[in-house]
């Protein structure tokens, strides 16, 4: 099942033609391979609140509403949850990471990301949004935490490749739109 898009293909068609590739890539991605819509309509609102690109999240809301019926509200809320958390755990983490000293790795974050236990879809949904964020914001160990908990979760590696590929189209338009 696929999800009718007016909204974004409305955007997509205003792209001009030096991102022909992004105008296809974005509709090619969101076909559903591997991810159910609420899945991967999830994912690409999130990376679209991820780097900021309003115009796109407001499509990507429009027809997600339009679409998913019941679901769309708890994958709307989701996304922007996802998108906010990642937003913050992908400094801080990312921080750690890099300098990759025991007395950082020693102290607690102190950073409340309660949502991630209790999504308002479920567990798997939101870790691909997460996992969507961590590879646009380049977090490796945010990428590899995220991964690990979707393949513990029973996701594939297909759908987990699908969430990065949807960040990355996603990615393209906003430049495209900026």
Known sequence: MSLATPALDALRDTLAEEFKDTRLNLASVLAGENLAPEKAFGVALSAARFVRAEKL???????????LGDAAAAVISDAIAAAGVMAMNTVYYRFRHMLAKESY????????MSRMAQP??????????????????GCELCI????????????????????????????????ALA
């Open 105 to 112: 790795e020693a102290r607690p974050p102190r950073l409340r």
């Open 144 to 175: 590899r935490n995220h991964e690990a908990h979707l393949i513990d979760a029973a996701a594939s590696e297909d759908a987990c490749h699908d969430a990065v590929r949807i960040a990355a189209a996603i990615n393209a338009a906003a430049v």
């Open 57 to 67: 999240a407001a499509a990507l809301e429009a027809d997600i509403r339009a679409g």
């Open 120 to 137: 308002a879809t479920d567990k798997q949904t939101f870790e691909l949004m997460s996992l969507a964020c961590a590879a646009l914001a």
